[in-house]
């Protein structure tokens, strides 16, 4: 089971940049998609990002695509969240997850296919 923590939440000034962390003590570098994926309050859990670990190919969120960067470093073991000209909206709990693709040589940024998930770390972002 692949277990992920999150980590560089925190509270920033609309406009600015935050980069969260999911530290993959058991990183699946072969099989695997490692996904972003947001919550916000009275909301369903929505994509972010994805990234298929064999061969870096990521996946975005339309929406998102252009001030969100997704990244993995495979000697560290993390993969990264950039968020970059953040907006009040973007407020919400970030999730890491992992999800088995087998055969399936790309990701699906739907919720459904991540079947391990992190505790979350918190954005909030001001006006």
């Known amino acids: 089971q692949v277990q992920l923590q999150e980590s560089g939440g925190g509270s920033v000034q609309a406009g600015g940049s935050l980069r969260l962390s999911c530290a993959v003590p058991r990183y699946p570098y072969s099989d695997y998609c490692l996904g972003w994926f947001r919550q916000a309050p009275g909301k369903e859990r929505e994509g972010v990002a994805a990234?298929?670990?064999?061969?870096?190919?990521?996946y975005y969120a339309d929406p998102l695509r252009g001030r969100f960067t997704i990244s993995q470093d495979k000697a560290k073991k993390t993969l990264y969240l950039q968020m970059n000209s953040l907006k009040p909206e973007d407020t919400a709990m970030y999730y890491c997850a992992a999800s088995f693709r087998g055969g399936d040589t790309y990701c699906l940024l739907t919720r459904e296919t991540f079947g391990n998930w992190g505790q979350g770390t918190q954005v909030t972002v001001s006006s």
């Open positions: 990234v298929y670990t064999a061969t870096g190919i990521t």
